[in-house]
């Protein structure tokens, strides 16, 4: 099955209403396949591609390293390409879910990873593992901004986990830039990088057959996760994707079909993009009319933006959005930071 051209419109399509299983290809034009894999989370999958690369494939992505990622992924060798090598492995970003399993692929073919500059050097830092200094940097910033002890033990401690999901990487990589023109196969892309999600995060776009791999920028139904990291505690990684949202709709058309990084391809880029900035900013709405209300640490701040319960997961990824959400509305003037014994809350500017 394969994709047909479609008419720029207000509301989202799909081509493929329903997702496929786990493993099952699904042809999205001649040469280009998505498949589904599996991940031990409540976003359950990661989508990865495979474009036709001469008597190969380039892969798009690649799934944790897990034991369950390494099965499935020998079943896709053997039952999906039919044993046709992989050719070259493209690492969108840094993220576990779509690096985790490229050292392996590189490794197992002798072939080359493709990624940006801050993606591999990230990796290689995070792969490093924590020392004692970084743990307690870590620790120090969350209960700085609200969290207990033993919340901020719970949630300092993410370097460890990214040790077990992510296998060595190659020694060196083929480093890929904005405006780069990528050739597989005969196809060219073009590519894009966006922040705010990851730092430099690769994007792929083939004007000729109207497709953006878009890895996690632009997704249907779910905002990507944007996130302060303890490195960077001032940082505007929400203002860097917001950014980037716009720069998407300024620069691709809006009729491209967009391959995201996870649940299903889709029509209405311009729309999707216009949606996830409309959400942004009511969260920040919502954020600055609890500030106005009394002083707010980023603690208090998280049922704010998240009324659902979080386990420990999704509460390191909830409260370093919420951050985001902070630094965003001070870089703008709105929010103004007191700090008290060691401990930062927010307030509406001129409250």
Not at 157 to 180: F, W
Not at 297 to 317: C, E, G, I
Request: hydrophobic letters at 40%.
């Amino acid at each position: 099955m394969t994709h047909a051209a479609q008419p720029t419109q207000d509301a989202l399509t799909f081509p493929f209403e329903t997702v496929p299983e786990f493993e099952v290809p699904v042809e999205i034009a001649e040469g280009i396949l998505w498949v589904r894999l599996p991940l031990p989370f409540s976003l359950d999958h990661v989508n990865i591609y495979f474009v036709r690369d001469g008597d190969g494939w380039a892969v798009i992505d690649t799934g944790l390293k897990t034991k369950d990622s390494i099965a499935a992924w020998e079943r896709v060798l053997r039952d999906v390409l039919k044993g046709d090598k992989i050719t070259r492995v493209i690492a969108t970003h840094a993220h576990p879910d779509h690096i985790g399993m490229a050292g392996w692929l590189c490794e197992r073919f002798d072939v080359p990873l493709l990624t940006s500059l801050s993606s591999y050097a990230d990796s290689r830092l995070i792969s490093q593992g924590p020392n004692k200094a970084s743990s307690r940097q870590y620790f120090d910033f969350y209960v700085s901004h609200g969290m207990t002890a033993e919340g901020a033990g719970v949630v300092a401690i993410r370097g460890n986990e990214y040790l077990q999901l992510v296998h060595t990487l190659p020694n060196s990589y083929h480093r890929l830039v904005r405006a780069d023109v990528l050739n597989i196969g005969g196809r060219e892309f073009r590519v894009l990088t966006g922040e705010g999600h990851a730092a430099e995060q690769v994007m792929l776009y083939c004007h000729d057959e109207g497709l953006l791999f878009a890895a996690d920028q632009v997704l249907e139904r779910i905002s990507p996760n944007v996130s302060v990291s303890a490195m960077d505690p001032n940082g505007d990684p929400l203002g860097h994707f917001l950014r980037s949202l716009r720069q998407l709709r300024q620069d691709i058309p809006a009729d491209v079909l967009v391959l995201p990084g996870h649940r299903r391809p889709f029509y209405g880029l311009h729309t999707r993009a216009a949606e996830l900035e409309a959400h942004h900013e009511l969260r920040c709405d919502l954020i600055r009319e609890a500030c106005t209300a009394a002083p707010q640490t980023v603690a208090d701040l998280v049922p704010v933006m998240f009324a659902r319960k979080l386990d420990a997961h999704q509460m390191s990824f909830a409260f370093t959005e919420a951050l985001a959400h902070v630094n965003r509305l001070v870089r703008r003037g709105e929010l103004v930071a007191d700090e008290k014994d060691g401990l930062l809350a927010h307030r509406t500017a001129g409250v």
